[in-house]
């Protein structure tokens, strides 16, 4: 670690952490439950080789060393992130003890919004209890983190709906804490398209399950333009194939400021958070139907309001809200999905809002 600190670098994201330590008597671990193959990963319930105290008290070390290098060497704080995917009461404790005397990372991967939940099984209310979950757990010194996508897992729109890139990037942006952007999310990249003959990925080698479990679709290339493999390179043969998407869904049809896209949305939500609400506001959600949520960021008489109607599970009715928690009776839209009906700048009534399918607005408000 020192070796990579006087070089200069800003912190370390460690990856697979949970695995660091292993049981030293190499016990067998007991049957899962789980109904899948003797030689997959969830055969086995891995008490012994997974999330062991030894590998917490890693992490704890790591911090204090980096926290230790900045106080002799002076600069500023070097971040350290862990990857983990683990039950909630397994996840919190990477941050460190709950009263804060003895620091782990910064943030550990808040996988919650990827770990089962998707489009086919989850709805709103499963929403709202993920992020009321997480925030409850979180002691207050440490700070929240939001992640929708990531190498390992297909990206938004085909876990979380074509229509609902706009209305999960405006939640994890509002939400308090740090919002995670998996390359690509900001312009609304989707899954490419990948072969079996094409694959990379090693955990994928059989072809009856390469589209399950294959990870490669969600690491296509970047798609910066419309040239030569989506201005990737100059056309020498990439790791995986650029997607056919490219030709229209790319970064530069998306740089034109005052038209609504998924990449100007974006930049406009990076700037929300600037804002009282959403900097240190507090913090309320709920899911209205099974289909729809509302968050709402407060300070004093400002509010920031997300309505999201996810259109999941034949919902392809609109529907009619009321937002919770405020008195005065209209606010003013400040940002729009792609394709909504509504325009920035629209005069709406909290109290009766109408959403279509997939329609995310963010509303300010103040009273």
Same mark, same amino acid.
């Given at each position: 670690?020192?070796?990579?600190?006087?070089?200069?670098?800003?912190?370390?994201?460690?990856?697979?952490?949970?695995?660091?330590?292993?049981?030293?008597?190499?016990?067998?671990?007991?049957?899962?439950?789980?109904?899948?193959?003797?030689?997959?990963?969830?055969?086995?319930?891995?008490?012994?080789?997974?999330?062991?105290?030894?590998?917490?008290?890693?992490?704890?070390?790591?911090?204090?060393?980096?926290?230790?290098?900045?106080?002799?060497?002076?600069?500023?704080?070097?971040?350290?992130?862990?990857?983990?995917?683990?039950?909630?009461?397994?996840?919190?404790?990477?941050?460190?003890?709950?009263?804060?005397?003895?620091?782990?990372?910064?943030?550990?991967?808040? !996988?919650?919004?990827?770990?089962?939940?998707?489009?086919?099984?989850?709805?709103?209310?499963?929403?709202?209890?993920?992020?009321?979950?997480?925030?409850?757990?979180?002691?207050?010194?440490?700070?929240?983190?939001?992640?929708?996508?990531?190498?390992?897992?297909?990206?938004?729109?085909?876990?979380?709906?074509?229509?609902?890139?706009?209305?999960?990037?405006?939640?994890? #942006?509002?939400?308090?804490?740090?919002?995670?952007?998996?390359?690509?999310?900001?312009?609304?990249?989707?899954?490419?398209?990948?072969?079996?003959?094409?694959?990379?990925?090693?955990?994928?080698?059989?072809?009856?399950? !390469?589209?399950?479990?294959?990870?490669? !679709?969600?690491?296509?290339?970047?798609?910066?333009?419309?040239?030569?493999?989506?201005? !990737?390179?100059?056309?020498?043969?990439?790791?995986?194939?650029?997607?056919?998407?490219?030709?229209?869904?790319?970064?530069?049809?998306?740089?034109?400021?005052?038209?609504?896209?998924?990449?100007?949305?974006?930049?406009?939500?990076?700037?929300?958070?600037?804002?009282?609400?959403?900097?240190?506001?507090? #913090?309320?959600?709920?899911?209205?139907?099974?289909?729809?949520?509302?968050?709402?960021?407060?300070?004093?008489?400002?509010?920031?309001?997300?309505?999201?109607?996810?259109?999941?599970?034949?919902?392809?009715?609109?529907?009619?809200?009321?937002?919770?928690?405020?008195?005065?009776?209209?606010?003013?839209?400040?940002?729009?999905?792609?394709?909504?009906?509504?325009?920035?700048?629209?005069?709406?009534?909290?109290?009766?809002?109408?959403?279509?399918?997939?329609?995310?607005?963010?509303?300010?408000?103040?009273?």
């Amino acid at each position: 670690m020192k070796f990579y600190l006087d070089i200069g670098i800003d912190g370390f994201r460690i990856d697979a952490i949970l695995y660091a330590y292993e049981d030293e008597n190499l016990k067998d671990e007991p049957r899962s439950g789980e109904d899948v193959a003797p030689d997959d990963h969830d055969y086995l319930d891995h008490i012994y080789t997974a999330n062991l105290p030894e590998t917490y008290a890693l992490v704890y070390e790591w911090r204090k060393f980096v926290d230790d290098y900045v106080v002799e060497n002076g600069g500023n704080s070097k971040v350290l992130m862990t990857e983990v995917y683990a039950d909630l009461n397994q996840t919190i404790p990477y941050y460190g003890k709950p009263d804060g005397s003895v620091l782990g990372a910064h943030f550990t991967f808040n !996988f919650f919004l990827i770990k089962g939940f998707n489009m086919n099984v989850s709805d709103a209310y499963d929403l709202e209890y993920i992020v009321k979950n997480w925030l409850h757990a979180l002691p207050d010194i440490y700070t929240s983190n939001w992640v929708l996508g990531n190498h390992d897992n297909r990206r938004v729109s085909t876990r979380l709906g074509e229509g609902n890139k706009d209305g999960f990037n405006m939640l994890v #942006t509002l939400l308090p804490g740090i919002a995670v952007t998996y390359n690509g999310e900001e312009f609304g990249q989707d899954d490419g398209e990948v072969t079996f003959e094409q694959r990379q990925d090693p955990s994928a080698l059989d072809p009856e399950s !390469f589209e399950k479990v294959g990870r490669d !679709f969600e690491r296509t290339p970047l798609q910066w333009d419309n040239t030569i493999n989506a201005g !990737f390179n100059q056309g020498a043969k990439p790791w995986l194939p650029v997607s056919e998407k490219y030709h229209k869904l790319n970064l530069a049809n998306q740089l034109e400021e005052g038209n609504v896209s998924y990449y100007q949305n974006y930049k406009a939500l990076i700037k929300k958070r600037q804002e009282r609400p959403a900097r240190f506001g507090s #913090t309320d959600i709920w899911a209205l139907s099974s289909d729809t949520v509302v968050l709402k960021r407060s300070f004093g008489n400002e509010h920031i309001v997300l309505a999201f109607k996810l259109g999941w599970h034949n919902n392809d009715k609109e529907e009619t809200v009321s937002v919770p928690g405020i008195s005065c009776k209209h606010g003013v839209v400040a940002l729009t999905n792609v394709g909504s009906k509504y325009k920035v700048g629209d005069s709406v009534t909290v109290q009766n809002l109408v959403l279509q399918p997939h329609e995310s607005l963010v509303i300010d408000i103040i009273c």
